[in-house]
């Protein structure tokens, strides 16, 4: 059965450094995803995107984050200049349509120190 | 926004007993309804969802239930089993021709199957 995948499923970096977090949505899917889940609360919507364009995000997804598709197979999620309250669970999800279906995957943890 | 409220945050039951899981939503234009397990150290499980043009929707020993006018949608396990203890999150997404393509999700539950 089709899967999204993620890497590393453990990240942990200093403040302030560049993180990369990568996913490799369902092939068939069109429709991306990112997530996040701070420990012990709700699971938070960051960003949508469709056709090499994001199509929505929330108010936390600021100026230090950024998604891009840098191939046919790979979704990824950059902070550029990570934060203590980054730390969280990172999920990557992906629909075939926007109507459709998210399938998650495992997620990466991300901690900051 | 739509906010999503969940109860009960955690649920013991006897193996072979019923869980219920109750969520309510704020925003009416939220059409699509799915419930997602979580298991320690995975990602969310789709294991079922509903529409708002059905009212209920069965698979197997799981089955989801929509009130459109209270403005809120269940979720009904019987004959629970040890490998059904996990965290279960429920959602809410509004689509349509200005669709809104996130899930907005409740807070969990985390489920205790005794044996």
């Known amino acids: 059965e089709p899967e999204v995948t993620q890497t590393p499923s453990h990240q942990v970096t200093q403040m302030g450094q560049e993180v990369i977090l990568r996913c490799v949505p369902i092939?068939?899917?069109?429709?991306f995803y990112w997530y996040r889940q701070i420990l012990g609360q709700k699971v938070e919507f960051l960003v949508s995107?469709?056709?090499?364009?994001?199509?929505?995000k929330s108010e936390i997804f600021d100026d230090q984050f950024s998604v891009e598709r840098p191939d046919g197979s790979n979704f990824t999620l950059k902070i550029r200049s990570t934060k203590l309250e980054d730390s969280a669970m990172y999920f990557c999800?992906?629909?075939?349509?926007?109507?459709?279906?998210?399938?998650f995957g495992p997620g990466t943890r991300l901690t900051v120190t | 926004g739509e906010n999503v409220e969940q109860h009960p945050s955690t649920l013991s039951v006897q193996e072979g007993d019923s869980a219920v899981i109750k969520c309510t939503y704020s925003d009416s234009a939220s059409n699509y309804f799915p419930w997602y397990k979580q298991e320690l150290g995975k990602g969310p499980q789709l294991i079922i969802d509903?529409?708002?043009?059905?009212g209920e929707k069965k698979d197997q020993r799981i089955a989801v239930t929509l009130n459109k006018t209270a403005k809120h949608f269940s979720l009904h396990i019987t004959e629970t089993q040890p490998e059904d203890s996990a965290v279960y999150f429920c959602?809410?997404?509004?689509?349509?021709?200005?669709?809104?393509?996130?899930?907005?999700f409740g807070s969990g539950t985390r489920l205790l199957v005794r044996p």
């Open positions: 999800a992906s629909s075939y349509q926007t109507s459709g279906e998210q399938y």
């Open positions: 995107f469709y056709n090499n364009e994001i199509s929505e």
């Open positions: 959602a809410a997404r509004s689509w349509g021709m200005d669709s809104s393509y996130k899930l907005i």
């Open positions: 509903i529409r708002s043009n059905v």
């Open positions: 092939s068939n899917h069109l429709y």
